[in-house]
């Protein structure tokens, strides 16, 4: 069984910043995608930004700019850098590790950017 851990997650201004780690534990396959999803109240969970293990990332547009995923595979940790944070970037972050068909997901931090 695998095990996403989250944190890093928190109250900001607008324009602040913000870190979210995630770290996998178990068993755990190598060749990997990792991700950040969000969950606005009201809307459905969507992609924020994924990386495979080779390093190859892919963002929302929304957060092009000011998002940067990055991923240590040696500790099976995966980050989100949050920049120039706008109020419109709250919700619920939830951490994924995908093999395929096959998604794990952490608990979910809360992220909240106040106006």
């Known amino acids: 069984q695998v095990q996403l851990v989250e944190s890093g997650g928190g109250l900001v201004q607008a324009g602040g910043s913000l870190r979210l780690s995630c770290t996998a534990s178990?068993?755990?396959?190598?060749?990997?995608?990792m991700g950040w999803y969000r969950q606005a109240s009201g809307r459905q969970r969507e992609l924020v930004a994924h990386i495979t293990s080779d390093g190859s990332t892919n963002y929302a547009d929304s957060v092009k700019g000011r998002f940067t995923i990055s991923r240590d595979n040696a500790k099976n940790t995966v980050y989100l850098q949050m920049d120039s944070l706008k109020p419109e970037d709250t919700a619920v972050f939830y951490c994924?590790?995908?093999?395929?068909?096959?998604?794990?997901w952490g608990q979910g931090t809360q992220v909240t950017v106040s106006s």
């Open positions: 178990g068993r755990i396959f190598r060749i990997n995608v």
């Open positions: 994924n590790l995908n093999w395929g068909t096959i998604n794990f």
